[in-house]
């Protein structure tokens, strides 16, 4: 970024240069095409064989379905689909991922593929990890696939502190088909001391060697750069020793670890919450790439390498698996085939992004209506090698690769082909807070550095109060006025339209919102928050209307909080006594 000084009120100010800012990344790939010119004409024999012996050496592997219409010991009532027998297959034969569109029926694969690693003698002790609102449900659908399996499902006590330990004794010295827990579960469980070394030490070296490349630089090159550096590996440091002290304390209560339970085939249900594995980058400021980490993923690794290293399975389930960046692709390799990246020598972010990832610089409008100057990985190269590494480890099913969808015409398709779109006015209530909002944004981007890490807390927050400005602006104060243009009285007008056409077979809508309660107290002045005698609730708002136009109150409820109080209400749903379902 080029920068020139003007005048402003009698002052001088830095300011972004835009023309000279251009010039200069025109610039910068066409010294890029120059470099890649040069290579192929000085190296192209050497970068030909290093390269295809690294990427082109590998023929992905063809999963058949095997002749047999069930597997032993399964419901024979139930048929599984063509793509669940050859994701079993592979299951059967290497650690993979069930990158499988949603509805095709990822559960039944993987309870199918740890009842056939068991039968096989392939693992002797598996744990299906699922979501906390679903462990009764995927308890239900292993014994109605497999009736005579031991399954064991915790109980309510056994997640808590007390039982905790009670239950992981049971795991360890008991045989079952498989066992059940849900993902909060999961990192409550101690991880296996020499597991956490061992991986936080990789990254260690990986960085105290970037650390030494940067050292042996001139001391021209960028200092950021190399503070950085310095920064993630005393992070590195601390976090590892203060998981050595937490292990110590966990040792006094004499709480079995993961490695002590046993387990040899880890099933990872909705596996992109662990997708912030967090990861070294010297790739500073790339738009869409975030190297920061969370606890549960990092726990979710530690496990997965310790089953790896007694020879088990590890199996990762999604229907999202990349949502958002390229760092996701290499993210969920990590976990399915570390030692591959290694071979191919991708280990690092770094060398995934500079295989598989093209830098482009661009310019972006900010939330102020102001240009922006960012890099962000918006190309891949070698897309070929990148699939089929991929794919190599990533079993892909979309809903056109169904047979059964396509011939039984089972998959329900969307009104005109797409989702309906209702593009609304904005009300004069939400321009009036969307303009304050924008104006607290300039005066956050006229801060200096120092001023900016004070108040690092103030985006985030002014993006949240803008999403509830656009929905109702009664979220951010209950006191404001209900305008008749606003989100919230379009889609109780929709709905109740829906809900008239669809009254002959007792259709019934689900209704989602994920920002539905206006805060508890409100900023008054700087660090004073005063409470509020009233809250305003979007759920039980349109409830009260839809009731008002006329649908009766028991065909319109809130999803219960309590996951043991939803199947009653489900069960109602399906059968139409209930025709509106509003919730997260």
Not at 37 to 49: G, H, N, P
């Amino acid at each position: 970024v080029i920068t020139k000084t003007i005048t402003q009120d009698g002052k001088e100010r830095s300011v972004r240069d835009v023309e000279a800012t251009s010039q200069a990344i025109a610039a910068q790939e066409r010294l890029g095409e120059l470099f890649v010119d040069f290579a192929r004409e000085q190296y192209e024999s050497v970068i030909e064989e290093t390269f295809n012996r690294l990427y082109n050496t590998h023929v992905p592997r063809r999963f058949a379905r095997p002749t047999f219409p069930h597997y032993p010991n399964a419901n024979p009532a139930i048929s599984l689909r063509d793509h669940q027998f050859r994701a079993v297959e592979r299951i059967k034969i290497q650690d993979t991922m069930l990158a499988h569109a949603v509805g095709s029926g990822k559960t039944y694969t993987m309870i199918t593929g740890a009842m056939e690693l068991k039968r096989l003698g392939i693992a002797r002790k598996p744990l299906l990890v699922v979501q906390n609102s679903t462990v009764e449900d995927v308890a239900r659908s292993w014994r109605l696939l497999y009736p005579s399996a031991v399954v064991y499902v915790p109980q309510r006590s056994d997640l808590e502190a007390s039982g905790r330990k009670r239950f992981l004794q049971r795991i360890a010295t008991n045989h079952f088909d498989g066992i059940i827990i849900p993902q909060s579960f999961l990192k409550l469980i101690p991880d296996d001391p020499a597991s956490e070394q061992a991986f936080l030490q990789e990254e260690i070296d990986r960085v105290e060697a970037a650390v030494a490349a940067a050292a042996r630089q001139d001391k021209s090159g960028p200092r950021s750069a190399k503070k950085s550096l310095v920064k993630r590996l005393n992070e590195l440091r601390l976090r590892l020793e203060a998981r050595r002290l937490r292990q110590a304390d966990r040792k006094k209560d004499n709480i079995l670890s993961f490695d002590e339970l046993g387990i040899d085939a880890l099933f990872l249900d909705e596996c992109h919450k662990y997708k912030r594995l967090g990861f070294f980058t010297s790739r500073r400021g790339i738009k869409g790439i975030d190297p920061a980490g969370s606890e549960d993923a990092l726990s979710a690794i530690f496990k997965c390498r310790s089953v790896q290293a007694r020879q088990g399975r590890v199996v990762l389930a999604t229907g999202t698996p990349i949502s958002n960046t390229m760092a996701e692709a290499w993210t969920m390799l990590r976990f399915v085939a570390p030692s591959r990246l290694d071979e191919a020598r991708i280990s690092t972010f770094d060398q995934f992004a500079g295989a598989f990832g093209q830098l482009i610089a661009s310019f972006e409008l900010t939330t102020t209506g102001q240009f922006k100057a960012v890099s962000r990985f918006a190309r891949f190269v070698n897309v070929r090698q990148l699939s089929e590494l991929y794919r190599a480890h990533v079993d892909v099913v979309l809903n056109d690769d169904i047979v059964e969808f396509q011939r039984d015409h089972t998959l329900p398709t969307l009104k005109d082909g797409g989702f309906t779109k209702i593009v609304l006015p904005q009300t004069e209530g939400v321009q009036a807070e969307l303009d304050e909002i924008r104006e607290r944004l300039r005066w956050f981007e006229g801060l200096t550095g120092t001023e900016k890490r004070e108040n690092c807390h103030l985006p985030l927050v002014l993006f949240g109060q803008a999403r509830k400005t656009t929905l109702d602006i009664r979220l951010l104060n209950a006191r404001k006025e209900d305008e008749q243009g606003s989100k919230l009285n379009r889609a109780a007008t929709e709905i109740l339209l829906l809900y008239q056409q669809s009254d002959s077979y007792k259709g019934t809508q689900l209704v989602f919102a994920d920002v539905y309660q206006s805060p508890s107290r409100l900023f008054v002045e700087e660090d004073d928050r005063t409470p509020v005698a009233i809250r305003f609730n979007l759920f039980e708002d349109l409830k009260d209307k839809l009731i008002a136009e006329g649908i009766p109150a028991s065909e319109v409820t809130v999803c219960p909080a309590e996951a043991d109080k939803r199947e009653a209400v489900f069960v109602k749903v399906r059968t139409g006594e209930i025709r509106v379902m509003l919730g997260t």
